[in-house]
Structure formats: structure tokens, C-alpha cells
């Protein structure tokens, strides 16, 4: 499976940014696909999943009302529409794919739930 993230880049605060990732090789239509991000000097963590049978979606607590994630099936492509940016924002964000079914009482946030990672695309927020 690879996956392709675009659309990082320098904004403002405040800014927004929408971020892509591609799928190709293999379809996670048993489970979902999600993003995670890496900002300098921190561990890798959880930002929003989305679940491709249903499109039940959950958040990281520090994105919730800001960030929304979505999919396009027959393209197996996921978005991050990320608005009113902050300077903790910054990070290298990862999408990761799930082959193994997303059971809907067991939400993946964990970064061992998922069987593929894109490379990373940078996200800066600053003045």
C-alpha cells in the first residue's frame, strides 16, 4: 500500500490549510484511514481518524471544532481541513492506513492500529 500526503506548507495563525492523502495499492474498506502529526521535540500523536464503511470520524481533543477530516471512496483519498491554526499546530502531519476491520466500540488513535504511513507533509504556523 502507499500513501501520499500533499498541501502542507507556511500559514499564519488563524490560517487554514488543507491537507490530501492518496491511497493506492490497497483499499481500507474494512477500516479507515487517519492522521497523525510529529511537531519538533514531540512523540508522533493522534489528530483524527475517519472509519470508510459509515464515515464515523473521532478527534484528538486539541483539533475538536477546528480540524474536520473526510474521505472520497472512489478516489481513496483523505482530507484534513485544518482552520484557525496555532503556532502548536506545527508539525510534520502522517496519514496512516487501517487494513484490519475498525470496530466502531474500539475508536484506532493508537498508532499500532494502522498497517501503512505516508511519508509526512510539514505544516508550519507561524508570524
Known amino acids: 500500500v502507499q500513501l501520499v500526503e500533499s498541501g502542507g506548507g507556511l500559514v499564519q495563525p488563524g490560517g487554514s490549510l488543507r491537507l490530501t492523502c492518496e491511497a493506492s495499492?490497497?483499499?481500507?474498506?474494512?477500516?479507515?484511514m487517519a492522521w497523525f502529526r510529529q511537531g519538533p521535540g514531540k512523540e508522533r500523536e493522534f489528530v483524527a481518524t475517519i472509519r470508510w464503511n459509515g464515515g464515523n470520524t473521532a478527534y484528538a481533543d486539541s483539533v475538536k471544532g477546528r480540524f474536520t477530516i473526510s474521505k472520497d471512496g472512489p478516489k481513496n483519498t483523505i482530507y484534513l481541513q485544518m482552520n484557525a491554526l496555532k503556532p502548536e499546530d506545527t508539525a510534520v502531519y502522517y496519514c496512516a492506513g487501517k487494513i484490519r476491520r475498525w470496530i466502531l466500540t474500539n475508536v484506532p488513535t493508537a498508532e499500532n492500529d494502522y498497517d501503512g504511513w505516508g511519508q509526512g507533509t510539514q505544516v508550519t504556523v507561524s508570524s
Open positions: 495499492g490497497r483499499t481500507f474498506s474494512s477500516g479507515g
